[in-house]
């Protein structure tokens, strides 16, 4: 099954997809770039990758990551640390 959809640039320059209705992924077309080169650079050269849903979420140790803010992501925000790379989706 196919949706008709396609990626869009928003009137403020932000990075999104458009079909029944309008939803911004990110704040700009560079954030969505350094989105996915992360997403490449970590299924690659990760020695392990795992997802979690829900509850889970929350017990995530954020605080001792910082955040990537060149991602500027409204759908997603990633987070790195010294030997990690988080990717939250909502």
Excluded at 6 to 19: H, L, V
Excluded at 46 to 61: F, H, Y
Aim: proline fraction near 8%; include cysteine.
């Amino acid at each position: 099954m196919s949706m008709p959809c396609a990626f869009m640039i928003g009137p403020a320059g932000e990075f999104g997809i458009d079909g029944d209705r309008w939803v911004p992924l990110h704040a700009s077309i560079e954030g969505w770039i350094e989105s996915v080169a992360l997403a490449h650079h970590a299924s690659r050269w990760a020695p392990q990758i795992s997802t979690i849903r829900g509850d889970a979420i929350d017990e995530l140790p954020l605080s001792t990551f910082e955040p990537v803010i060149e991602i500027r992501g409204l759908a997603d925000t990633w987070w790195r640390g010294p030997d990690s790379l988080i990717a939250i989706h909502t």
